[in-house]
């Protein structure tokens, strides 16, 4: 079945402990993004990929890492999570990197730092 | 930098009844996409329906369509016959067509939470 992976889909941890949460798509798709999800803010997006070993800042990068090693995977890491990164996380992906193709999305990681 | 408007932030319709969702978007571009997404309790984000702007017949998928007046920026979604399964946090979405890693993103508007009442 093709789609796009997260895990974990839920995640309590402490300020300053570093953590990363997985992406991985079957498709084979190009373009891979992170959005975070906020409460009367919609969807912004944090990082996004454009193919293997290519990233670049979304909106919103400021306390986030990423990398992109290998086409399916790409891994949002939080070096030293803070309480306002408390969120909904939202990993996306299309099949080219041109505004054409549909983004997919996974089931979303719901993370809450204390 | 584009912005997307969802000016209710609730709606409720009774089952079988017709809803209107509204969306308003700010843009200097000529190509663009525009979407609804639909987020269940589940949190799963569903694509709805989609626009291209160049297209100026308005989208169809079964009940839901859509209202796409672009010399006004507006992409309303009406929901006909609404189900129960229609209840959700509806997300208007844009996409630019220029070329560029930035554009591809997918500029969120803040959702409008639809209940359909039995």
């Known amino acids: 079945e093709a789609q796009v992976t997260q895990n974990p889909r839920y995640l309590i941890t402490v300020t300053g402990k570093k953590l990363t949460v997985t992406c991985s798509q079957n498709?084979?798709?190009?373009?891979m993004s992170w959005y975070r999800q906020d409460p009367g803010l919609g969807l912004r997006q944090i990082y996004y990929?454009?193919?293997?070993?290519?990233?670049d800042k979304g909106d919103v990068p400021e306390g986030y890492k990423v990398s992109r090693k290998e086409k399916r995977n790409f891994p949002l890491i939080l070096e030293s999570p803070s309480p306002n990164q408390t969120s909904l996380y939202f990993c996306?992906?299309?099949?080219?990197?041109?505004?054409?193709?549909?983004?997919?999305f996974g089931p979303g990681t719901r993370l809450t730092v204390t | 930098a584009q912005t997307v408007t969802q000016s209710q932030p609730e709606m409720s319709v009774q089952e079988a009844e017709t809803v209107t969702l509204s969306c308003t978007y700010d843009?200097?571009?000529?190509?663009?996409?525009l979407f609804w997404y639909k987020q269940p309790p589940s949190r799963q984000m569903i694509l709805v329906i989609r626009?291209?702007?160049?297209?100026?017949q308005n989208a169809t998928e079964n009940r839901f369509s859509v209202n796409f007046q672009k010399a006004a920026k507006s992409f309303s979604l009406k929901i006909s016959d609404s189900q129960l399964g229609d209840a959700a946090m509806y997300f208007c979405?844009?996409?630019?067509?220029?070329?560029?890693?930035?554009?591809?993103?997918?500029?969120f508007g803040k959702g409008t939470l639809l209940t359909v009442n039995p």
């Open positions: 996306a992906s299309s099949l080219r990197a041109t505004s054409s193709y549909e983004q997919y």
């Open positions: 498709m084979n798709h190009e373009y």
């Open positions: 990929s454009m193919n293997v070993e290519v990233t």
């Open positions: 843009t200097s571009e000529s190509d663009y996409y």
């Open positions: 626009q291209e702007a160049y297209k100026q």
């Open positions: 979405a844009y996409r630019s067509a220029v070329s560029g890693g930035s554009n591809y993103k997918l500029t």
